[in-house]
């Protein structure tokens, strides 16, 4: 397993790198609209992944914003939890048959089914601690605590690291180019990482 | 003897049911002061227009033990008795609510009475320092767009969130929301049915609700207040105190927006123009969608309710009532043609509503906003 902290841990970047294009699922429990900080994140990882990959989201969502060049697909949370995790097991196992990386976020709604898929079909899993209050709060619930666990045991890669927030840009305000500038910088590092770690696991197409 | 306006019912009303709290008050140790802004002017056709609001009275006093100010809303009206419920009941699940991740600051409850002919509910006065349209514009902004933040950090999306706010909110969609505003282009249409103009701005809000009815959906389900303007808000240390708890809902996360948006339009365009760029620029194009989309709802909202009001008043405040549905369609003729509202409409009608406004109503509005 390797645990990767931040991003400068790693040194490979995409330019050193010779990428291959891959097919990563990216596994979330949440979605814009929802408005929690990891559905940013991963709306934006889609984007910024699908330029040199075949992304495909599976969110927990009703209507999920739509991203040029990446596959939503999505398991309405209105239905009872049981079912739902049942349902979106189902669909990620179809999904991560033709696969060549999965990607978790934390959150035990999405992290079984991830780990269950990921044992039975053999596939490389890449857990990302991305939702720290999620992760705070499971360490305090005795289930969910167990499946964190679990998932971080068996996870192929573990990546902590997390770029940062978007700089919103505010009438009356001045724009803070070098906040942009360091968000900006923030994700080539982190899409340098993750796509470090997805080459390991790279098969030729 | 002719029968009772509208108005004169109202003056009845007041008189009678301060008569019954008056020495009801005194007794549980409150005063009421002498003027009592909020229950004069135009408050009477304020009653029983929407489904929400009941008929009751909203006093301003003060305890005698220690002199603190209170705001009492008192009724024995049977709406007026559910409203107040609601809005404590409201209130309360804010308060425990597990999957807000911000809070609102509400005035302290001081005292609550439910009896099966009275409900008494009287809370803190938040005193602030200035009103909200008297803050620098960028104080106006940051203000604005944190307490849409905070009502927006309140998304009710699994089948539990669901379950529990269904028993205490009311929860609106898109095929809801399309409903309730073809219900206002029937009454409109009922009262103006020569007036194409209006009606021609009414349909094609029609025609764009249905279009994009996925749009409205993808944002449902957050808490928004439906009457967030100024007078329900105040601002203390950059605190925000909520009042009027009866007027939250899940719905449509911009219909809070919308709202604020449209009353800016009158009272402050240079923030409607603010916080519409503030969506353009940080946010996606369906939300900004889903922006123009509410607006258009709450308008089609505002104009039937001055068509409702119209049968029930005469003189200058049905003269005024006549401008103010001109005022609201030239608004929502400007905001489906994505344009801002001519300043010349706005200075006009501004001028015609301050010759026809009542001097009690214009008292009534001092420091309101």
């Known amino acids: 397993m390797h ?25 979330t429990p949440l979605y814009p609209p929802d408005i929690a900080q990891p559905a940013a994140y991963i709306k934006e990882l889609a984007r910024r992944l699908s330029h040199s990959h075949t992304v495909t989201v599976i969110a927990y969502a009703r209507a999920p914003e ?25 669909m990620l196992w179809h999904a991560v048959k033709t696969t060549d990386v999965l990607l978790t976020e934390n959150g035990a ?16 899993l890449v857990l990302h601690l991305g939702d720290m209050p999620a992760h705070t709060r499971d360490r305090h619930r005795f289930v969910y605590k167990i499946i964190e666990q679990w998932v971080c045991r ?22 803070d180019t070098a906040k942009t500038a360091r968000y900006e910088a923030s994700w080539n590092a982190h899409l340098a990482l993750l796509n470090s770690a997805f080459q390991r696991y790279a098969t030729p197409h | 003897m002719p029968p009772l306006t509208e108005e004169q019912q109202w003056q009845e009303y007041k008189k009678r049911e301060l008569e019954q709290f008056t020495p009801l008050l005194t007794k549980l140790g ?18 029983a227009l929407t489904t929400a609001s009941g008929k009751k009275l909203v006093l301003l006093g003060r305890r005698s033990s220690d002199n603190a100010r209170v705001v009492i809303k008192a009724t024995r009206d049977a709406q007026g008795m559910d409203e107040l419920v609601r809005e404590r009941k409201n209130r309360a699940f804010l308060q425990k609510i597990k999957f807000a991740y911000q809070g609102f600051f509400s005035p302290e409850e001081v005292l609550f009475i439910k009896k099966r002919s009275l409900v008494v509910s009287i809370q803190k006065f938040i005193e602030c320092d200035r009103p909200f349209l008297e803050r620098t514009p960028r104080e106006q902004f940051s203000l604005a767009l944190k307490a849409f933040k905070t009502q927006e950090s309140t998304h009710a999306t699994t089948y539990g ?18 409903r309730k505003y073809e219900e206002f282009q ?69 219909e809070g927006w919308a709202r604020f948006l449209n009353f800016m339009a009158l009272y402050n365009p240079a923030l409607e123009e603010a916080l519409i760029l503030y969506v353009a620029y940080n946010r996606t194009a369906e939300e900004l969608l889903s922006l123009k989309l509410m607006r258009v709802y709450r308008l089609g909202e505002i104009i039937c309710y001055y068509t409702k009001t119209l049968s029930r008043c005469s003189g200058n405040l049905a003269l005024l009532n006549a401008k103010r549905v001109q005022f609201w369609a ?24 301050d010759a026809l406004r009542s001097h009690e109503e214009k008292e009534r509005q001092i420091g309101l906003h």
């Open chain 2, 30 to 47: 409150f005063v009421l002061d002498t003027q009592q802004p909020h229950i004069g002017g135009e408050r009477f056709l304020m009653q």
């Open chain 1, 66 to 90: 739509e991203v040029s060049g990446v596959t939503i697909l999505t398991i309405s949370k209105r239905k009872p939890i049981l079912f739902r995790l049942f349902l979106y097991t189902k």
């Open chain 1, 154 to 175: 068996r996870a192929h890669t573990i990546i902590t690291d997390m770029p940062h927030d978007k700089p919103e840009i505010l009438p009356f305000t001045a724009v």
């Open chain 2, 330 to 353: 030239a608004l929502l003729h400007a905001v489906l043609h994505d344009s801002a509202l001519s300043p010349e409409i706005r200075a006009t009608y501004q001028r015609e509503r």
């Open chain 1, 109 to 124: 709604s999405v992290a079984l089914p991830a780990i269950i898929v990921s044992l039975f079909l053999r596939k490389p």
């Open chain 2, 161 to 178: 969130h669901e379950r529990a706010i269904r028993k205490i909110f009311e929860v609106l969609e898109a095929k809801a929301y399309l």
């Open chain 1, 3 to 27: 645990i990767v902290h931040a991003y400068n841990h790693w040194h490979n970047t995409p330019n050193r790198v010779k990428m291959t294009r891959m097919k990563i699922i990216l596994a």
């Open chain 2, 186 to 254: 029937n009454i409109i249409a009922a009262q103006f049915p020569h007036n194409t103009y209006l009606r021609d701005q009414l349909t094609e809000g029609e025609k764009l609700f249905e279009r994009n009815q996925h749009t409205i959906d993808q944002y449902c389900g957050f808490l928004t207040h439906t009457d967030f303007v100024p007078h329900n808000f105040r601002v203390v240390r950059e605190n925000i105190y909520l009042f009027d708890h009866s007027a939250l809902r899940f719905g449509n996360k911009y």
